[in-house]
């Protein structure tokens, strides 16, 4: 989601006249688009943010914004703490970038990070001249009213705010005409979309999926993410039907424990996720399922943890992101008190870790002599006829060819080894 919103704040001030430079020092304009999802990478900001004070000192004129998450929950405090900084904007308002930098022009500084009951996303056309010509990301909905208890999105993004299917398909239409064969979809609760319109006022995910999925020369169609409770009948459908739905499923789960699920307020158990984890292959045998762990949560016992590591045999993901468990003020788990020790926390971490990783190799392995197409990503970087391109099920997938591919093009290789993190294929015989 700041990939895209990247996309959109540079799109607007180029519309400024701004041009994008290809080093910091010949810069006159600096934006910082933050994430907070992790200490690590709100510190990360932090440090970068702190070094651009030696640049406005050179360059008095520089003008030096904040974005994203950071931006959003610091507001005034980072003012506060990096008084080099001119304009700190919240997602909410990066569409109103251009005024802000003509008043940080007169030396007067922004901060934009109030939230608005009536907030709506605007009509958005992305110019297709910047990002990757063949896939992109657009965005369906901001926002989330879960409230897990360690994710701070709902206080970032603030609450679910679905963007009109009218402008959805605008935008897709518009890529795909430009060229672009494959879309993702991108909400931070997907299956939720529309709800937070009047009942029957607004189109349904699966709904909106399936509109979207009939835009002529849409290739591919993906989305991202998903609450596994919001997980619908109708959305399991989506993958018997629409031939150009990717068989990928990214459904974080975070802890095989009820009791663990419980605390951090997920509002599924785990039979009701393995529920859907069935339906979904039966809907789609071949499905890909890919999720999130988060190990080490608040009194989270060893007896959980083994519960985590058995869901693991049992659904056999293709892959996971796993993280130890870290507070975020104000997410409300920080009011638990953490019984796992950091030590703990780095072994479970590791053994999850190790045994995903064996079957990950696993699962890559079982397609080992299936012929898929793939979507061409590009040359590698050695060059010499080694290509790489991605799946339907979203894996790597590298292989040599004598042809000369342009991103996006599909071909059919069967694939000859799989790997840990990818796939290795020849040329199909039709295509050798
Ligand atoms: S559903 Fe996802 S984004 Fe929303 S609060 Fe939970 S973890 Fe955060």
């Given at each position: 989601m700041n990939e895209r919103d990247s996309e959109i704040m540079l799109q607007l001030l180029e519309q400024q006249g701004y041009l994008l430079c290809a080093d910091l020092d010949s810069a006159d304009a600096v934006i910082v688009n933050t994430c907070s999802i992790r200490g690590k990478a709100e510190q990360k900001a932090y440090s970068f943010i702190g070094s651009l004070r030696r640049l406005k000192k050179k360059k008095p004129h520089l003008i030096i914004a904040v974005a994203g998450c950071v931006a959003q929950q610091e507001g005034a405090k980072m003012k506060a703490r990096m008084p080099h900084v001119d304009i700190i904007v919240g997602p909410q308002a990066i569409y109103q970038l251009p005024d802000f930098f003509r008043q940080a022009a007169d030396a007067t500084a922004v901060i934009a990070t109030s939230q608005h009951k009536d907030f709506t996303i605007p009509p958005f056309l992305p110019d297709i001249g910047h990002g990757l010509p063949h896939k992109r990301f657009v965005t369906i909905m901001q926002g989330c009213n879960n409230y897990c208890t360690y994710c701070i999105v709902p206080y970032t993004r603030g609450r679910e705010v679905s963007r009109r299917p009218e402008d959805i398909l605008a935008e897709v239409r518009h890529l795909v005409d430009g060229g672009v064969r494959e879309i993702t979809l991108l909400g931070q609760n997907v299956n939720s979309y529309g709800n937070d319109h009047p009942a029957g006022g607004q189109t349904s995910f699966p709904e909106l999926l399936r509109q979207v999925a009939a835009v002529p020369g849409l290739v591919r169609l993906r989305f991202t993410t998903s609450n596994p409770k919001d997980l619908s009948p109708a959305l399991m459908a989506c993958f018997q039907d629409l031939?150009?739905?990717?068989?990928h499923f990214h459904l974080p789960v975070q802890s095989g424990s009820n009791a663990v699920l419980k605390k951090m307020n997920r509002k599924y158990t785990v039979e009701s996720y393995m529920d859907k984890v069935r339906g979904l292959r039966r809907a789609c045998a071949d499905i890909s399922l890919t999720t999130d762990i988060i190990v080490g949560f608040p009194g989270e016992t060893e007896a959980d943890f083994l519960a985590t590591m058995d869901l693991l045999e049992e659904v056999r993901y293709d892959s996971a992101f796993s993280f130890k468990y870290s507070s975020r003020p104000p997410a409300a788990s920080c009011n638990l008190a953490e019984t796992v020790s950091e030590e703990e926390k780095a072994q479970r971490l590791a053994l999850f870790q190790k045994r995903q990783n064996e079957i990950s190799l696993e699962r890559h392995q079982e397609y080992v002599g299936t012929t898929l197409p793939v979507m061409i990503e590009g040359e590698s970087k050695t060059g010499q006829g080694q290509w790489s391109g991605r799946s339907s099920h979203n894996l790597i997938v590298n292989f040599h060819s004598p042809r000369t591919y342009r991103p996006g093009e599909l071909e059919n290789v069967t694939i000859t080894e799989g790997c840990l993190h990818s796939l290795r294929a020849e040329l199909s015989q039709g295509d050798k």
């Open positions: 031939d150009n739905l990717c068989h």
